[in-house]
């Protein structure tokens, strides 16, 4: 080999080296890197939340009851009101007989009705019409208004009210209902005849 090729090829290689060099070395600093830097990447990462969904408020026992004479009545006209639709056919409008006083049910109870194949909403939020429930919200007719009676306990875990229901072009059905536990849980029956107007 000539002298001046030996002198080129020195040169490539010191080149060669140099760059391995400075690889090396930068990876040597990306591997070394300090934990404060490592900390704020994995911060900047992004993270999905594990939150849990928010379980419902448990029902005191009268809304239990409640909501067992409500799925009583429910099972009288399951063909008609639980007829899937979109939107729904009919809205079920409910109302209570608390202390003497027709009132709505307050939110725990409204949240134990849901979800449901049609709408359940507070009394107040209906009108009845001669012989239509009319929805104050849509204008709507061709609904259902419940209204739960006063509970009475005949024992510790046996309770009767009343309970009406007026239906639009039908007007009302009311009777007598007897609610008492049942395996962990209550169920409502109909203990009187059932009046219609």
């Given at each position: 080999?000539?002298?001046?090729?030996?002198?080129?090829?020195?040169?490539?290689?010191?080149?060669?080296?140099?760059?391995?060099?400075?690889?090396?070395?930068?990876?040597?600093?990306?591997?070394?890197?300090?934990?404060?830097?490592?900390?704020?990447?994995?911060?900047?990462?992004?993270?999905?939340?594990?939150?849990?969904?928010?379980?419902?408020?448990?029902?005191?026992?009268?809304?239990?009851?409640?909501?067992?004479?409500?799925?009583g009545w429910l099972s009288k006209y399951e063909d008609e009101v639980k007829k899937?639709?979109?939107?729904?056919?009919?809205?079920c409008f409910l109302l209570l007989e608390v202390d003497g006083k027709v009132t709505?049910?307050?939110?725990?109870?409204?949240e134990a009705l849901f979800p449901r194949p049609f709408l359940v909403k507070k009394?107040?939020?209906?009108?009845?019409?001669?012989?239509?429930?009319?929805?104050?919200?849509?204008?709507?007719?061709?609904?259902?208004?419940?209204?739960?009676?006063?509970?009475?306990?005949?024992?510790?875990?046996?309770?009767?009210?009343?309970?009406?229901?007026?239906?639009?072009?039908?007007?009302?059905?009311?009777?007598?209902?007897?609610?008492?536990?049942?395996?962990?849980?209550?169920?409502?029956?109909?203990?009187?005849?059932?009046?219609?107007?």
């Amino acid at each position: 080999m000539k002298s001046s090729d030996r002198a080129a090829y020195s040169q490539i290689t010191l080149v060669a080296v140099s760059i391995l060099a400075f690889v090396g070395c930068t990876g040597q600093q990306r591997m070394g890197d300090t934990p404060a830097a490592v900390g704020k990447e994995q911060q900047a990462q992004p993270t999905v939340s594990s939150a849990a969904t928010p379980e419902k408020t448990p029902l005191s026992k009268e809304n239990q009851v409640r909501l067992a004479v409500f799925e009583g009545w429910l099972s009288k006209y399951e063909d008609e009101v639980k007829k899937p639709s979109s939107p729904p056919a009919v809205t079920c409008f409910l109302l209570l007989e608390v202390d003497g006083k027709v009132t709505d049910p307050d939110d725990v109870l409204m949240e134990a009705l849901f979800p449901r194949p049609f709408l359940v909403k507070k009394g107040s939020l209906c009108t009845k019409r001669g012989y239509g429930v009319v929805d104050n919200e849509t204008g709507k007719a061709g609904n259902y208004l419940l209204t739960i009676g006063a509970i009475k306990w005949i024992e510790a875990d046996v309770a009767e009210l009343n309970f009406e229901v007026y239906q639009s072009g039908l007007g009302a059905v009311w009777g007598p209902m007897r609610v008492h536990r049942q395996d962990g849980g209550w169920k409502a029956e109909r203990v009187g005849p059932v009046m219609r107007s």
